[in-house]
C-alpha cells in the first residue's frame, strides 16, 4: 500500500523539522494511543550518522495480515509479544467501555519506543536479498577465457 507522505521533504529541512516538531508531539499526546495503553513511536530528532527510527509508525497498530508481520511477532521476545497482547486487550477493553486508563497507566513518553518495525525492516531486508540471490545467474567460464587471464 503506497501513500504520499511529507516526511522526507520536512525531515531534510531543519528549520522545518524543528518547527514540526512541537506539533507532532502534540499530535501524538491527542492521538488518544498512549492513553488507551498503546505504543505510538514518536520521531526522535535525527542525529548524524544515526539512521532514523520509525518516523511516528504505531507499532501496536500495525494490521498483522502480512507475512512479514506475522514473522516479525513470531522473532519478538517472549515478554514484548506478551505486552503486546496486554496492551491490545486492554485498549480493547477500554474502547469499548468508552473509557480511558487512569493517567498513571498512560504509555509515558520515554516507554513509547519502537519495538516492531525495526524487525520488520530487517524481514524485508532479508526478503530483498534472497529475491536478489535466486535471481542471480551464474555463468560459467569458458575455458579460453580461463587461461587467458582476464
Known sequence: MSYLSLAPFIQKRPW???WMRPLSRWYFDNSGYRKLGLKYAVPKPKRKKEEDGTAGKADDLI???SESVQLALKRLPPKEAYDRV????RAFQ?????QLLPQNEWTKPDED????EPIIKEIEAERTE???LESMIIKKRTTASAKGGH
Open 16 to 18: 522545518l523539522l524543528r
Open 63 to 65: 494490521p498483522e495480515e
Open 86 to 89: 496486554f496492551r491490545m486487550r
Open 94 to 98: 477500554c474502547s469499548l467501555a468508552h
Open 113 to 116: 519506543y519502537p519495538y516492531l
Open 130 to 132: 534472497r529475491e536478489d
